[in-house]
């Protein structure tokens, strides 16, 4: 393999720091006890202590992670099953039709999926507010739990089946003990994706969000719109926190369940 | 094959359910609404009004600026995953590259506030160098650069992933028969690599097109976009039939772009996000 030069290390450096300048940018002034997010003046915590206190942004965390949770859960439920139902499929006609159709939303940009779910929703009288944005997280996050599924439905050998079939295992037992085991890692995959699918989303909410109710994403929107607040910034340092964690949890199991496939545990 | 079609039905009515409940009747009621003026009467003057004047500066500017923001983009993401590629241990610089994308979006746009502000520390440099301060936020170039760095992970991700696909062994191929870096560049890298890159500008352009909120906080309301456009009827003018022209326009668009942009392998890896 050839070398890496000086000049793609220092433009790699460069990529670098631009990528997580304004993250630690936000993170440093979160420590600030000026007011705003130039001339440090001295060290404080005084803005963490604040979201701490701040009963509605509380409200509002709690909020955005019952969400995120809920529809994770629901959609990679929905996911799986939408995933079986494509790989059983025995047209292929049929089969191409119902994938390019899950691919719809994902490609679909967020103004679209938002102002068309706002008509939907209003039209068939669902209340805006949390089932509303509950119920447009759980949309948007089935097709990726679908993607992440089907090709660990592709690498099952169909034999598996036979076999368990052959052994006298019932289909509840084929489904419990076969396949699920088999994809666990695509659903895994799939419930982290929908996940900060989920946590990330503004666009979607700002549309289908009612008065009463608002996911962090959407407040912090509405506080950007009025100016610095350093709030933000120690918000910032913890979501900063959050996430890493979970990038780094993801990719570690990610590395652990790459391992081949030797057998169904217990 | 099993034979258990009730099971089948079980597991298929949820995702059918899906289907056609948020992919296929919101399609349907946007194309609807599009046929409907404010009061409620069937009219085409939405589509009359689409091909104003108005409309169509917007629709070129949203253009423009949707592929500037790609340009540069690509401009600044193909060399990165290419020495990406390069290096030792390249996942886990990959993996650094992608975390700032699961940042949430909107701290990221509201550091950018804080750095382009009149008092923030690119002033300051502005200022240190001679040029003094200068207003970058609510700019065209603040816009642009702002989506680009929002954007640049995505494309990065599937140029990573067809270079690394790559074979070596053509590169040597190239420079044994007397390819210059250049020629080999351009005559094997580049038309391999080709699919990666036109994944990267699909997950770039479409999204480009219908940004709102980085137009509202970045560029003051100075860029309208087709997204802003949406936005502003739905949610603002409540104009649902003029915002439902509109997103007639954008899915049409992005049909064009997705079949313009559609390789033959469609294995675009995930794992950072596209949105």
């Known amino acids: 393999?050839?070398?890496?030069?000086?000049?793609?290390?220092?433009?790699?450096?460069?990529?670098?720091?631009?990528?997580?300048?304004?993250?630690?940018?936000?993170?440093?002034?979160?420590?600030?006890?000026?007011?705003?997010?130039?001339?440090?003046?001295?060290?404080?915590?005084?803005?963490?202590?604040?979201?701490?206190?701040?009963?509605?942004l509380i409200i509002i965390v709690i909020n955005t992670i019952v969400i995120a949770l809920l529809s994770a859960l629901l959609s990679t439920a929905i996911g799986v099953m939408g995933a079986l139902a494509i790989y059983f499929m025995r047209n292929k006609k049929m089969r191409n039709a119902v994938l390019s159709l899950n691919?719809?939303?994902?490609?679909?940009?967020?103004?679209?999926?938002?102002?068309?779910?706002?008509?939907?929703?209003?039209?068939?009288?669902?209340?805006?507010?949390?089932?509303?944005?509950?119920?447009?997280?759980?949309?948007?996050?089935?097709?990726?739990?679908?993607?992440?599924?089907?090709?660990?439905?592709?690498?099952?050998?169909?034999?598996?089946?036979?076999?368990?079939?052959?052994?006298?295992?019932?289909?509840?037992?084929?489904?419990?003990?076969?396949?699920?085991?088999?994809?666990?890692?695509?659903?895994?995959?799939?419930?982290?994706?929908?996940?900060?699918?989920?946590?990330?989303?503004?666009?979607?909410?700002?549309?289908?969000?009612?008065?009463?109710?608002?996911?962090?994403?959407?407040?912090?929107?509405?506080?950007?719109?009025?100016?610095?607040?350093?709030?933000?910034?120690?918000?910032?340092?913890?979501?900063?926190?959050?996430?890493?964690?979970?990038?780094?949890?993801?990719?570690?199991?990610?590395q652990k369940l790459k391992t081949p496939f030797t057998g169904v545990r217990k | 094959m099993m034979k258990n079609n009730n099971l089948r039905s079980i597991y298929t009515i949820p995702y059918a359910v899906w289907i056609l409940l948020f992919v296929l009747a919101p399609i349907g009621l946007i194309v609807y609404y599009s046929f409907f003026d404010l009061s409620g009467n069937f009219t085409l003057m939405n589509y009359k009004n689409f091909f104003s004047s108005v409309y169509l500066t917007l629709t070129i500017s949203s253009f423009w600026y949707a592929f500037l923001i790609t340009f540069f983009s690509l401009l600044i993401a193909y060399p990165t995953a290419y020495f990406l590629t390069k290096t030792k241990h390249k996942q886990l610089w990959l993996l650094l590259i992608i975390i700032p994308s699961w940042i949430n979006l909107l701290l990221k746009t509201y550091a950018f506030i804080g750095l382009m502000g009149l008092y923030g520390p690119l002033n300051a440099f502005l200022e240190m160098i001679g040029i003094g301060k200068q207003q970058i936020l609510f700019t065209d170039f603040s816009f642009v650069f702002v989506s680009v760095y929002i954007?640049?992970?995505?494309?990065?991700?599937?140029?990573?992933?067809?270079?690394?696909?790559?074979?070596?062994?053509?590169?040597?191929?190239?420079?044994?028969?007397?390819?210059?870096?250049?020629?080999?560049?351009?005559?094997?890298?580049?038309?391999?690599?080709?699919?990666?890159?036109?994944?990267?500008?699909?997950?770039?352009?479409?999204?480009?097109?219908?940004?709102?909120?980085?137009?509202?906080?970045?560029?003051?309301?100075?860029?309208?976009?087709?997204?802003?456009?949406?936005?502003?009827?739905?949610?603002?003018?409540?104009?649902?039939?003029?915002?439902?022209?509109?997103?007639?326009?954008?899915?049409?668009?992005?049909?064009?772009?997705?079949?313009v942009t559609s390789g033959n392998e469609r294995g675009m890896k995930v794992n950072g996000k596209n949105r």
């Open chain 1, 1 to 56: 393999m050839e070398r890496i030069g000086k000049l793609p290390k220092v433009f790699l450096a460069v990529v670098f720091i631009i990528l997580y300048a304004p993250i630690f940018y936000l993170i440093f002034y979160s420590f600030n006890s000026g007011g705003g997010m130039s001339n440090f003046e001295s060290f404080t915590l005084e803005h963490y202590a604040a979201v701490f206190e701040d009963k509605r």
């Open chain 1, 103 to 254: 691919n719809i939303l994902m490609v679909s940009p967020d103004v679209i999926i938002g102002a068309s779910f706002l008509i939907l929703f209003t039209l068939i009288g669902v209340k805006l507010g949390f089932a509303s944005v509950l119920i447009s997280h759980i949309a948007f996050s089935i097709p990726i739990v679908v993607i992440m599924v089907l090709p660990k439905l592709a690498e099952m050998n169909p034999t598996l089946i036979d076999a368990a079939l052959d052994l006298g295992a019932s289909k509840k037992d084929i489904m419990k003990r076969v396949i699920i085991p088999f994809i666990q890692p695509g659903i895994f995959a799939g419930f982290f994706l929908a996940l900060t699918y989920s946590l990330d989303d503004f666009a979607v909410t700002f549309f289908v969000t009612g008065n009463g109710f608002t996911t962090l994403s959407v407040e912090i929107y509405s506080m950007a719109r009025t100016g610095i607040s350093l709030t933000i910034n120690a918000l910032s340092g913890l979501i900063f926190i959050v996430t890493a964690g979970l990038v780094i949890g993801y990719y570690l199991l990610n």
């Open chain 2, 151 to 259: 954007f640049i992970p995505f494309m990065i991700l599937p140029i990573f992933n067809a270079l690394d696909r790559l074979n070596p062994a053509l590169i040597d191929a190239s420079r044994d028969l007397g390819a210059n870096s250049w020629t080999t560049f351009k005559r094997v890298i580049w038309p391999l690599t080709i699919n990666g890159v036109k994944s990267g500008v699909q997950v770039v352009f479409i999204p480009a097109l219908s940004l709102f909120m980085i137009t509202r906080l970045i560029a003051g309301n100075k860029v309208i976009t087709l997204g802003t456009a949406i936005e502003q009827q739905f949610l603002v003018t409540q104009n649902w039939g003029m915002g439902s022209t509109i997103a007639v326009f954008l899915i049409l668009f992005m049909f064009i772009i997705m079949l």
